[in-house]
């Protein structure tokens, strides 16, 4: 593998265990306002996001690559009490992500590393079904959270959200 697509696709891992902590700390913001639908909407998330690191480790090991793990950074988002504002930072934040996955993606094609683009495909996929869930989110709380009865409703629909492990196996 190239050097370079190598070291890119090491980063993501600790890209995307930051990804699960930053979800974590939206789902403690959650928490501590006693909305245990959005927590557990968001604890799912961090889950999904450790599966993510855990894939680009297992297809570095699988190609013979070493793997480097870095510190993880402290999540410096403070939302005070507006509830919509983790909801904007995620999908910044999925913007960003999406960013990285296709500089990864770049390099790869650039370099005919056409096992990597496949393995990158599962991501540039679930990306686009990331951003969309962090879009629908805002756009439910801006039509239905400013009552608390709307508000009420959406946090039970957030708690019927499961867990269910990544569809990509390496
Ligand atoms: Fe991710």
């Given amino acids: 593998m190239e ?20 979800y974590l700390d939206i789902a403690n913001f959650y928490s501590t306002k006693g909305l245990d639908g959005f927590a557990g909407w968001f604890e799912i998330q961090a889950k999904e996001e450790r599966d993510h690191a855990l ?5 570095l090991h699988n190609n013979d690559e070493c793997v480097t793990l ?28 999406t960013g990285l996955i296709n500089a990864i993606y770049a390099a790869a094609l650039k370099a005919d590393d056409f096992r990597t683009v496949q393995f990158l495909d599962w991501f540039v996929k679930e990306q686009g079904e990331e951003e969309k869930n962090s879009l629908d989110l805002i756009t439910k709380m801006q039509l239905f959270g400013s009552d608390t009865k709307g ?4 946090n039970s629909e957030l708690a019927g959200r499961t867990y269910t492990a990544p569809s990509l196996v390496i």
């Fill in 3 to 22: 050097k370079k697509v190598a070291e890119m696709l090491n980063e993501q891992i600790n890209k995307e265990f930051y990804s699960a902590y930053l």
């Fill in 70 to 97: 870095q510190s993880i950074s402290k999540p410096e988002q403070l939302f005070d009490d507006d509830l919509s504002a983790p909801l904007k930072a995620s999908l910044e934040h999925e913007k960003y992500v």
């Fill in 151 to 154: 508000l009420y409703m959406l």
């Fill in 55 to 59: 894939l680009f480790y297992k297809y």
